[in-house]
C-alpha cells in the first residue's frame, strides 16, 4: 500500500528479526563509539557483546531466556516509518544514529506515546532520579506557547498523527497552570493524556483527583515499587490515599514498578495482588525492570539486572501459576490487528511496531467467582493473531472484503473458549466491533473489568542495542522542535535532555524572583508524617490483606 | 537574566546563529559518529550531522563561536565550504513538521 512504507530498511542496521546470533549496533558505555555488536545465546540466556578499540570488551545480558525470545521474535513486525522527518540537517540518513534525532527518516515507529516534560521541579528528592532539579540547579518550564507548538508538531507525524501524551516532570502536579496545560493537550486534538506524578498532591488535596478527571486526564501513571516501605520508600505511605481519592473520581491509575533484582523483585506477587484488590481503579501494572544510569561496575550491575523474561517467571512463581509466563506477549504482537484493519480500510493506522524485545503485555480478569483470570485462558491468541495476519494478506492480495469479514465473523468464536470466559465478557461482539465497525468503545468496557500487567524494558548505555532505539515508539517532545526516542533521550542526555533543558531553562534564582504561581514556596520538599499516614482509614485497609488472590 | 528571543515558536534562547557547511577526511563511519558526537557536547553547538558517506557535514552553531577552532580542537581535517548567520527560528522551524 502507497500510504506506508511497510519495508522499511535500516540505514544502521538490518538484520531485526534474525535468527541468534546477529550482529547489531551498540555503544561503548564509556566513550560512545557506536560499535558492532553480537547478539548470542550462551547456555539459555542473551547477551549483547562489543568490544570499543579503547575500553575493551562488554558483554551484557540482554534477555534471561532464549526461548522466551525466540517466541517474541516471532511477532517481529515491519516497522512502517514516518513520511516526514524532523531534523533536515541530518540529510535524512540517521546513519549515525543515536546522535542524528529526531525524528530522522531512519526512523521506524510513529509516536505511539509522547513524553512533554513540563518542569523539572519535584517535592520529593529521590536518591535515584536523574531528572529533577537539586537545589540551586536551573528549572525547566516550557512555556504554555511552547507545549502548544510541541503538540501541534506531533499532531503533524505522517501518515498516523500522535494521540497520546503523557504529562511528565519533575512532579507535573507542581505546575499551578496544570489544567490549563491538559485544556490545551484537549484542544489540540488528543485522546489520551497520562499524567506521571507521584501522586502527592493528589493524596493531600481532596478533589484535585476529580478536577484531573474533569479536565480530560485518561489515566494517572503513578511509580509504585512495593507494597512494604523497604519497598516502596516514595510513596508507600502516601499510595492508599492516592487511591482513594481516584476511587472518588473514577481515575484510573497504572501502577508503575522499577523492578530492581534484590530489592523488590520479591514483591512482584504481591504489588500485582495490590493492584487486583484495587481493581475498580488501578487499570494496570507496568513493571520496567531497571535501567542503569551513568557508569555502574559490572558486578554490581550483574547484581542488579534483571530483564523481561525473568520478570514474567517470578510472576508466575509469586502468583502460584495463576498468572503464567506463557500468558505474556510481546507489544508487536498486536501488529497482524493494525495490519488487518489497515488492508480493510485502506487509512494508515495506530501501530505498535516498537522492537519484540522492549516489551510485554497480558490482561488478567477476575471472573463472576473472583478468580483470575488471564486473558490467554480462554483466548487463543496465536491462532487469532495468526488468522489475522492470513486475513490482511488475502485483503491486499484484491480478495472481496465483504467475503473476508463474513469469515472473520464466523471464525472469530472459535478462538474464544466460551466456558472459560468470563461470562459478562462478550468477547466476540467486542472484537468485531473493533476490528470491522471501529466502534472502539467497547474497549474501555474491556479495560475496567480487566487488569493490564506489562512491562517496558528501558535501555541504558550497558545493553543498548540500536535495533530498538531506531524502532522506539515511546518519544519526548523539545521545545525546539525535536522529536527523540525514549531511550536516546535518556542514555545520551548530553545531546538531548540535559542539553536542551540546558538551553531552555532559567536559573534556579531567576526562577525564585519571577515565579508568580500560588505557592508560597515553589522549590519547597515535601515532609512525611509517617505516623499520621500509618494510622489513617485508608492506609490500614489498603495493607491489611497482602495475599488476597495468590494466597498459597 | 537570560536572555530570550521572540519567535514565532515561543521564546528561544537564540536570535541568530551560525549555519556552517563543511568538508572533512574520516577514515570510517564509526569515527564519523563519534566525531559528531564529541562535537555535540560542546554546548555553542546547538545541532550538527556528519555525513560519512560524502564527506560532507553541517552544524548550528552559537554565533560568536568560531567554527574553525572548534574543528581544530577535534583535530578534524576539515575545509569550511560555507558560513552564512540565520535566524534561529529557521532551525525551529525546519525542526516543526506541521509547518513544513
Ligand atoms: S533513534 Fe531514531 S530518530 Fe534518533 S537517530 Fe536513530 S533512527 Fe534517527
Known amino acids: 500500500m502507497s500510504f506506508i512504507i511497510k519495508e522499511k530498511k535500516s540505514v544502521v542496521t538490518n538484520s531485526y528479526g534474525s535468527n541468534l546470533p546477529y550482529i547489531t549496533k551498540s555503544i561503548c558505555p564509556e566513550c560512545k563509539r557506536i560499535l558492532d555488536a553480537k547478539v548470542y545465546a550462551k547456555k539459555d540466556v542473551v547477551y549483547l557483546l562489543r568490544t570499543c578499540p579503547n575500553h575493551g570488551e562488554f558483554d551484557e545480558l540482554y534477555w534471561e531466556s532464549v526461548d522466551d525470545f525466540n517466541k517474541a521474535k516471532k511477532y517481529a513486525s515491519n516497522a512502517r516509518g514516518l513520511l516526514n522527518s524532523n531534523v533536515s540537517i541530518t540529510n535524512n540518513t540517521g546513519s549515525n544514529c543515536p546522535f542524528d534525532c529526531g525524528l ?5 515507529s510513529h509516536t505511539a506515546l509522547a513524553n512533554i516534560a513540563i518542569t523539572n521541579r519535584c517535592d520529593l528528592s529521590c536518591w535515584y532520579c536523574f531528572f529533577y532539579a537539586k537545589a540551586g540547579d536551573p528549572i525547566y518550564e516550557p512555556s504554555l506557547e511552547q507545549i502548544r507548538l510541541m503538540l501541534k508538531n506531533l499532531k503533524s507525524e505522517s501518515p498516523v498523527p500522535c494521540n497520546a501524551i503523557q504529562l511528565t516532570g519533575g512532579e507535573p502536579t507542581l505546575r499551578d497552570d496544570l489544567f490549563e496545560i491538559i485544556r490545551i493537550v484537549k484542544e489540540e486534538g488528543f485522546d489520551h493524556i497520562q499524567l506521571n506524578t507521584t501522586g502527592m498532591t493528589i493524596a493531600f488535596n481532596s478533589g484535585y483527583a476529580m478536577k484531573l478527571k474533569e479536565a480530560g486526564v485518561s489515566t494517572l501513571y503513578v511509580s509504585f515499587d512495593g507494597t512494604t516501605p523497604q519497598t516502596n520508600p516514595k510513596n508507600h505511605y502516601e499510595m492508599p490515599k492516592t487511591i482513594a481519592e481516584c476511587r472518588k473520581a473514577n481515575l484510573g491509575i497504572v501502577l508503575v514498578p522499577t523492578l530492581i533484582k534484590g530489592v523488590n523483585d520479591n514483591d512482584i506477587g504481591n504489588i500485582i495482588d495490590f493492584a487486583l484488590q484495587n481493581i475498580d481503579v488501578v487499570r494496570g501494572v507496568d513493571f520496567q525492570p531497571v535501567s542503569f544510569v551513568g557508569r555502574m561496575p559490572k558486578s554490581q550491575r550483574e547484581k542488579q539486572r534483571i530483564t523481561i523474561p525473568k520478570t514474567t517467571q517470578l510472576i508466575q512463581e509469586q502468583t502460584n501459576n495463576l498468572i503464567r509466563k506463557k500468558d505474556f506477549f510481546t507489544i508487536p504482537c498486536i501488529s497482524p490487528v ?82 472459560k470466559k468470563p461470562k459478562d465478557l462478550n468477547l466476540t461482539k467486542l472484537l468485531f466491533d473493533a476490528l470491522v465497525k471501529h466502534d472502539y468503545s467497547a474497549l474501555g468496557e474491556f479495560h475496567t473489568k480487566s487488569l493490564f500487567i ?44 540535559d542539553k536542551v533543558q540546558k538551553q531552555y531553562s532559567i536559573s534556579w534564582e531567576e526562577f525564585r524572583q519571577t515565579y508568580v504561581g500560588e505557592s508560597k514556596d515553589p522549590l519547597q520538599k515535601y515532609v512525611r508524617n509517617i505516623k499520621e499516614l500509618e494510622n ?11 495475599k488476597y488472590f495468590f494466597e498459597k | 537574566m537570560k536572555q530570550w528571543f521572540k519567535t514565532k515558536f515561543g521564546l528561544a534562547p537564540y536570535g541568530e546563529v551560525q549555519l556552517i557547511e563543511f ?17 555535540l557536547l560542546n554546548d555553542e553547538i546547538i545541532q550538527a550531522h556528519l555525513e560519512f558517506s560524502t564527506k560532507k557535514g553541517i552544524m548550528i552553531i552559537t554565533k560568536e563561536l568560531n567554527p574553525e577552532q572548534l574543528l581544530k580542537k577535534e583535530n578534524i581535517d576539515y575545509k569550511i565550504i560555507s558560513k552564512e548567520i540565520i535566524s534561529y527560528e529557521k532551525v525551529l522551524e525546519s525542526n516543526n513538521q506541521f509547518v513544513k
Open chain 1, 104 to 108: 530522522c527518516t531512519n526512523h521506524h
Open chain 1, 338 to 419: 493494525t495490519n488487518f484493519i489497515e488492508a480493510l480500510t485502506n487509512k494508515a493506522q495506530y501501530s505498535l511496531d516498537n522492537h519484540f524485545a522492549c516489551g510485554m503485555a497480558t490482561y488478567v480478569f477476575l471472573n463472576e467467582k473472583n478468580e483470575v483470570l488471564p486473558l490467554p485462558e480462554f483466548v487463543d491468541v496465536d491462532g487469532l493473531f495468526k488468522f489475522l495476519r492470513e486475513m490482511s494478506n488475502s485483503i491486499e492480495e484484491g480478495k472481496n472484503k465483504r467475503i473476508e469479514t463474513a469469515k472473520l465473523l464466523l471464525k472469530l468464536k472459535s478462538f474464544i473458549n466460551q466456558e
Open chain 1, 454 to 497: 506489562g512491562m517496558m524494558h528501558f535501555m541504558d548505555s550497558y545493553n543498548y542495542d540500536q535495533q530498538r532505539v531506531e524502532r522506539c515508539d515511546i518519544h519526548y517532545a523539545t521545545p525546539d522542535g525535536r522529536i527523540i526516542p525514549f531511550c536516546a533521550f535518556n542514555v545520551v542526555p548530553e545531546l538531548y535532555r
Open chain 1, 536 to 546: 489513617s482509614l485508608e492506609y490500614k485497609k489498603a495493607y491489611s490483606k497482602k
Open chain 2, 23 to 39: 568538508s572533512f577526511e574520516m577514515k570510517t563511519q564509526e569515527d564519523t559518529s563519534l566525531t559528531q558526537y564529541k562535537l
